[in-house]
């Protein structure tokens, strides 16, 4: 999961995730055929008891406002924020609260934990495909994915619509989200 450049001085206490070096993107098929894509900026969060000479942290939390989407189309980003899709005034963020860290093979690791949006907890795995600590900068970067159906999240026209409601088509159930984390040291760990 993780290679650290100098691994006697890795880590072993709390990360900062930098909300101006980290992103998560989504991509969603949108009438079948063509692709919505977007991100959420200022992720923000921590990563607790890293170590990367074990391949493993003891925790992670992160929080993104749902204020930060953007498709590119501010129309668009209105629309996804309302009360029918993420429900921006009722509830502002998206919360994920690690229970386990599983690390799977040499390069990666599962994170599983708990996923909140619009107020709906579901459990969901994080796989983590790349993970490296730089000693000289005391910086950590991952790359994770995940795949969610946004219908367990009540995001968006249900697809138990009727078969003639064009509702139903417009966008897939399954959402794809890219996460690029970048978290550094905290001081006085």
């Known amino acids: 999961m993780l290679e650290a450049r100098d691994r006697a001085v890795a880590p072993t206490g709390s990360l900062s995730i930098d909300s101006r070096r980290s992103r998560l993107a989504f991509d969603v098929r949108y009438f079948g055929f063509l692709r ?45 924020c309302s009360a029918g899709y993420l429900a921006l005034r009722r509830c502002p963020e998206a919360t994920f609260q690690s229970e386990r860290i599983v690390p799977d093979g040499r390069a990666g690791a ?43 999240f009540g995001v968006g026209p249900s697809r138990r619509a009727p078969w003639w409601d064009p509702r139903r088509y417009l966008i897939d159930d399954e959402v794809r989200l890219l996460l690029d984390v970048e978290a550094v040291e905290r001081d006085g760990t």
């Open 110 to 152: 599962r994170v599983i934990g708990v996923l909140m949006v619009r107020g709906v907890s579901r459990e969901v795995v994080l796989h983590v495909e790349e993970c490296r600590y730089d000693s000289s900068t005391r910086r950590m970067t991952a790359r994770a994915r995940v795949t969610l159906h946004r219908a367990d």
């Open 36 to 80: 919505v894509q977007g991100e959420f900026r200022d992720v923000r969060g921590e990563i607790f008891g890293m170590d990367p000479r074990a391949l493993s942290a003891t925790s992670v939390t992160a929080v993104v406002p749902i204020a930060g989407l953007a498709t590119g189309i501010r129309l668009r980003d209105w629309h996804l």
